[in-house]
């Protein structure tokens, strides 16, 4: 087991807060990653893994037990079943950025919207990543687990993740364990091979973002470049020059309500449709079945509303720090919750709980965190 020194979690989170651990590994195989974790399993010892960093509030507290930093690396380009596309097979320490940064290199289209997403590919899945219309949902084929109840490796398709909304069956939901407990080894993307020239914009969320009509052809650079720029701008790039840029990224996933709901809402309120099933079955067993077919009622979706405008609009503006306190929200969006400097892991958590509590007060809805809280209750 490939043991080092321990070394302050607030030096290997982005919000830079956490208390030092009793004991941590550096994997950087795989074959390290899969001895480390199954022998930990086998002492029954408390563990943590952590690539980037990113996605994570850990107590100020030391943590008793062995934190892993995965640190494999590397990406296999294998063929696809499907014309025009090629499968890539990237190891879960590997920076996505980076990641991005390749597929945009060599022309092949899918995450390039998803440029500047802090953390690891290993990370990608579990929480389904996405932005401005691109999820992870879209292009992974299958992911390589390591079952923590069996200590099994696997290699596990796509559709079998529970794949949604900033979730899948491998992620620590706040309060809960997750579906199917277990570490990405590595994942595997299809994507499609469009080259370094312009080609159309798929997707009208993408477009909108990026200031673009429906017959628009750009250029994948063009696009990670103008992502890279918007994310920027609201403090969602990693940047030690600037004071919003030590957070979880969003810290609350947006909600989602029913559309009887939404309509109770001012109507100012940014609502996004989420998509109905558009090809739902029904059932007729045959001993009742009078040789009518019902017919269906249009579907009515869900609505999928903006956690950063029901935070603002309860009182809690860009850059609000409670009185005293070294946590505040971002200068740039109210979605972040950000470490201003020297801050501990009670003062975001304090900062959270307010925000809960006034949107729960003001609109009735429950805000849900979207980084693992380690040993922090909201």
């Known amino acids: 087991m490939p043991k080092i020194a321990p070394i302050p979690l607030s030096e290997l989170t982005t919000l830079r807060v956490g208390g030092t651990p009793a004991r941590m590994v550096e994997a950087t195989t795989r074959d390290e990653l899969v001895e480390t974790l199954r022998a930990l399993w086998d002492d029954r010892e408390p563990w943590l893994v952590l690539g980037g960093g990113s996605n994570v509030l850990v107590a100020d507290e030391p943590f008793d037990g062995t934190v892993v930093l995965i640190r494999t690396q590397g990406v296999k380009r294998l063929p696809s079943p499907r014309e025009g596309f090629e499968r890539l097979r990237v190891q879960a320490g ?8 390749f597929t945009v290199d060599e022309g092949l289209a899918g995450i390039a919207a998803m440029s500047g997403i802090p953390g690891t590919a290993g990370a990608a899945p579990i929480q389904n990543i996405g932005a401005y219309g691109q999820e992870v949902v879209q292009t992974l084929v299958e992911v390589e687990l390591l079952d923590e109840s ?48 312009d080609v159309p914009v798929r997707g009208a969320q993408l477009r909108q973002a990026l200031g673009l009509d ?80 019902p017919v269906r009622r249009p579907a009515v979706p869900d609505v999928k509303l903006s956690a950063a405008w029901l935070i603002e609009h309860v009182g809690l503006r860009k850059g609000f720090r ?18 201003r400097g020297g801050a501990t892991a009670g003062e975001v958590a304090e900062l959270a709980r307010l925000a809960v509590q006034r949107v729960q007060s003001d609109f009735g809805i429950i805000l849900q965190p979207e980084p693992v809280l380690v040993g922090v209750e909201l």
């Open 94 to 101: 590997h920076e996505w950025d980076r990641l991005v940064a």
């Open 214 to 293: 429906a017959s628009a052809a750009v250029s994948l650079a063009w696009i990670r470049e103008t992502v890279l720029r918007i994310r920027a701008g609201k403090g969602m790039v990693l940047d030690e020059t600037d004071a919003d840029t030590h957070s979880a990224g969003s810290f609350f996933q947006n909600p989602v309500v029913s559309a009887s709901f939404a309509r109770t809402l001012p109507d100012d309120c940014p609502r996004w449709p989420m998509a109905p099933d558009a090809d739902p079955v029904t059932v007729i067993p045959l001993g009742s079945w009078d040789g009518q077919v």
């Open 150 to 197: 069996t200590g099994e490796v696997s290699v596990v398709p796509a559709a079998e993740l529970g794949l949604g909304l900033r979730t899948s069956v491998l992620k620590q939901h706040y309060g809960s364990v997750p579906v199917r407990p277990a570490v990405v080894l590595s994942i595997t993307l299809e994507l499609e091979r469009v080259g370094r020239g």
């Open 322 to 339: 409670l009185p005293r306190s070294r946590a505040g929200l971002s200068t740039k969006h109210a979605l972040a919750l950000t470490n």
